[in-house]
Nanobody, 123 residues
């Protein structure tokens, strides 16, 4: 079973920066896509940014120009560099990974989520 673990959340002042990290582990054959989602207080979980195995990236409009998503294929890791943070960025940030795993004889698709890491932007 593929496991995903996030780190790097915390409290930061408006205008500050944070870097989130996420690593996937298990019987991974290939990761097609990795993504960051967030869920603010009283809100639904929404996509922040994602990146494909080919390096194509996609961002939600509210973070364009401030956040950067990147991958380390060798480490099955994804990062989210967050700059110029605003109070509205306060949320639990979740990492998601999708691809193919081979826990035994056969191959299976997987879609794994981390437990989330809290980012609080406040003065």
């Amino acid at each position: 079973q593929v496991q995903v673990v996030e780190s790097g959340g915390g409290l930061v002042q408006p205008g500050g920066s944070l870097r989130l990290s996420c690593a996937a582990s298990g019987s991974i054959v290939r990761i097609s896509r990795m993504a960051w989602y967030r869920q603010g207080p009283g809100k639904q979980r929404d996509l922040v940014a994602d990146i494909t195995s080919g390096g194509r990236t996609n961002y939600t409009n509210s973070v364009k120009g401030r956040f950067t998503i990147s991958r380390d294929h060798a480490e099955n890791a994804v990062y989210l560099q967050m700059n110029s943070l605003k109070p509205g960025d306060t949320a639990v940030y979740y990492c998601n990974a999708g691809g193919i795993e081979r826990p035994g004889e056969f191959y299976f698709p997987f879609d794994a989520w981390g437990q989330g890491t809290l980012v609080t932007v406040s003065s």
